[in-house]
């Protein structure tokens, strides 16, 4: 028998009880904790998690202002807004799995009644842009009875939004698109490039046109709507809400009747071309256009890759450019009043001085000569404006070649310079100079060093010079008004939405130019006489136009394209107040084309109508 040792009765006892304490101990340990954690949860910081509570409870829905109006110099609205119903999907939703992916296309496919290609191209197309997070848009406008339906099922399409959206509307349809431009969606490079802090996914910002240049004050002020909902979305109830603040809106130089005359004009030629009317006093642009021109609506609702295309096809003439302020050209003989400035300035000649112009002459070994090899006798600066003598104005390059006489008066004119309008998209032209061309001859073998045989072709427009019809008709303005150079500007004033004026824009003196006044007056008659005396090369054109004028044809050769008809006109002559240029891509000659577009924007101008006239033996020219 194994013995066992006796344990005593207390001993026992108090083993119990020590460990009884122990787990008692741990126990008040562990509620103290617990005790503290629900104080500090409840007490000290009970009001932050309150707040996040019914943070929880709300939602803040953006509300987009509605922008600002576009309206012309009299008050008619060009550009306006109206709301739309817009289709959109919520990226967030959307899975990154392919197969739960092409469940849920296959289902809004379905319910848009598209195919599931189109729904899946259309999401990835829109989404590679927009900023991360924000709704992508499949459809605008959708129709009532597909709103319904989505509101009812809302369940069962958790991914779609249907939201009220502004969108622009054109009341005048096509006119002045180029300049009025666009508004698009904000993209993910838009919110990294602006410096604007209230602008956010889902908004829209001008693009292009004047809805781009004064973005900032067409935009307005986003207001909030705040709702409650419950647990699982819901709806209960609206809270407190901030009202949008709309944009401000523009109301713009533009002449209604000679902006639709010009866009008439030029697109009755059937050929792309652009024109261009401006106060000659005060840079105020009167009309603008480019031909072939588009639809603005267009773009209110997501384009397709073929209408892309089409805008920019070269082969239907690249309707999207403008140009008249994005055109570059020589520019023919609509340039020699810059010539003969320069001339006269420099010493070359006198405004009595003549020459024989048989038609022909050879400068440096290089055969020159007029349009048909025409001669016309002697001639003297008013007379060589008047039948346009190339023979002139060669022999007057010939003789500032090296003096960068030429150079110059052009730059000061404005010819290789931005204009500064405000509308984007204005080409710089490019006006040649030794310096110039042998750089760009050293970039391009297909361009020729400098010669002499160049500022021979400068001096009567052609050659490597390139401009804009909105260049020269600032260059003419500045002819015209004694040697102002303007800033061209589209916008006559900033209004609220009450219609209070808030800003108004001043003329804009960029540069003055010292022309002689005697100099002016034997330039604007020679101009004169080309456009209303028998001789003059436009006389068939402006003969009979009751309305004095001072206008010049230009036909500027352009290969492999067909020659480039111009023609610049001031009026009323001698003191102008408009300056109008229009010119046709493969026009042929000046008073073909160009200068009875011209023609037509000053018959509604001055409502005047030119007569028929006659050559003095009864036959109508």
């Given at each position: ?280 006093n005060s840079g105020e642009v009167l009309g603008l256009g480019s031909t072939p021109s588009f639809d603005p609506d267009l773009f209110t609702r997501p384009l397709s890759q073929s209408q892309v295309d089409a ?301 028929p006239v006659t050559d003095g033996t009864g036959s109508v020219e």
């Amino acid at each position: 028998m194994k013995f066992q040792p006796v344990i005593p009765e207390t001993k026992r006892r108090s083993g119990t009880a020590l460990r009884l304490a122990i787990i008692g101990g741990a126990g008040l340990v562990l509620f103290g904790i617990l005790f503290f954690r629900l104080w500090s949860l409840q007490v000290v910081t009970g009001d932050e998690y309150l707040a996040e509570a019914n943070d929880n409870r709300t939602r803040e829905i953006r509300v987009r202002a509605p922008r600002g109006r576009i309206l012309d110099r009299e008050g008619n609205v060009l550009v306006d807004n109206r709301t739309s119903m817009a289709l959109q999907l919520d990226p967030i939703e959307i899975p990154d799995e392919i197969p739960a992916r092409r469940k849920i296309f296959n289902s809004i496919a379905e319910v848009m009644d598209r195919d599931l290609d189109w729904v899946r191209r259309k999401y990835r197309d829109e989404i590679k842009d927009n900023p991360p997070g924000s709704p992508v848009t499949l459809a605008n406008d959708v129709e009532d009875d597909l709103v319904y339906y989505l509101q009812e099922h809302q369940a069962d399409y958790p991914q779609i939004q249907i939201n009220r959206v502004f969108v622009r509307r054109y009341p005048q349809g096509i006119t002045a698109a180029h300049l009025l431009g666009s508004v698009g969606e904000v993209t993910a490079d838009d919110l990294e490039a602006t410096e604007l802090a209230d602008l956010q996914a889902g908004d829209t910002l001008g693009k292009a046109g004047i809805e781009q240049t004064y973005d900032i004050d067409l935009r307005g002020s986003a207001g909030t709507t705040r709702i409650q909902v419950n647990s699982t979305g819901q709806v209960k109830g609206q809270l407190a809400s901030e009202t949008p603040e709309p944009g401000n809106s523009l109301r713009l130089t533009l002449d209604p009747g000679v902006q639709a005359a010009g866009e008439a004009a030029v697109s009755s030629i059937g050929l792309p071309g652009g024109f261009v009317a401006m106060d000659v006093n005060s840079g105020e642009v009167l009309g603008l256009g480019s031909t072939p021109s588009f639809d603005p609506d267009l773009f209110t609702r997501p384009l397709s890759q073929s209408q892309v295309d089409a805008l920019y096809n070269e082969d239907q003439g690249a309707p999207l450019f403008n140009r008249a302020i994005g055109g570059s050209y020589p520019v023919g003989s609509i340039f020699k009043p810059i010539t003969a400035l320069a001339a006269l300035d420099g010493g070359q000649i006198a405004p009595t001085d003549t020459i024989e112009d048989n038609g022909k002459i050879v400068i440096a070994d290089q055969d020159f000569q007029n349009a048909g090899a025409e001669p016309h006798g002697t001639v003297d600066l008013r007379r060589s404006l008047e039948v346009s003598s190339d023979i002139y104005y060669y022999l007057l390059g010939a003789d500032m070649n090296g003096t960068n006489q030429l150079q110059k008066w052009s730059g000061d004119f404005g010819i290789g310079r931005p204009t500064g309008i405000d509308v984007p998209g204005e080409s710089t032209g490019f006006l040649p100079s030794p310096k110039s061309v042998n750089e760009l001859s050293e970039e391009n073998r297909f361009v020729e060093p400098w010669v002499i045989g160049q500022n021979i072709q400068l001096a009567i427009g052609q050659g490597y010079m390139q401009a804009s019809p909105l260049q020269m008709a600032v260059a003419y303005a500045a002819l015209g008004n004694g040697g102002s150079v303007l800033k061209p500007h589209m916008v006559l004033q900033e209004e609220d939405a009450a219609g209070r004026i808030l800003k108004e824009t001043d003329p804009e003196v960029v540069r003055q130019i010292p022309i002689d006044p005697a100099y002016r007056d034997v330039i604007m008659a020679g101009l004169h006489d080309a456009a209303q005396e028998p001789e003059g090369t436009s006389y068939g054109v402006f003969g009979g136009f009751p309305i004095p004028v001072a206008g010049k044809t230009g036909t500027a050769e352009r290969p492999p394209n067909g020659d480039q008809a111009w023609y610049a006109v001031l009026a009323p002559y001698p003191d102008p107040e408009i300056v109008v240029v229009t010119t046709i891509e493969e026009g042929g000659f000046g008073a073909d084309t160009a200068a009875p577009v011209a023609l037509q924007i000053l018959s509604e101008y001055f409502d005047k109508q030119a007569k028929p006239v006659t050559d003095g033996t009864g036959s109508v020219e």
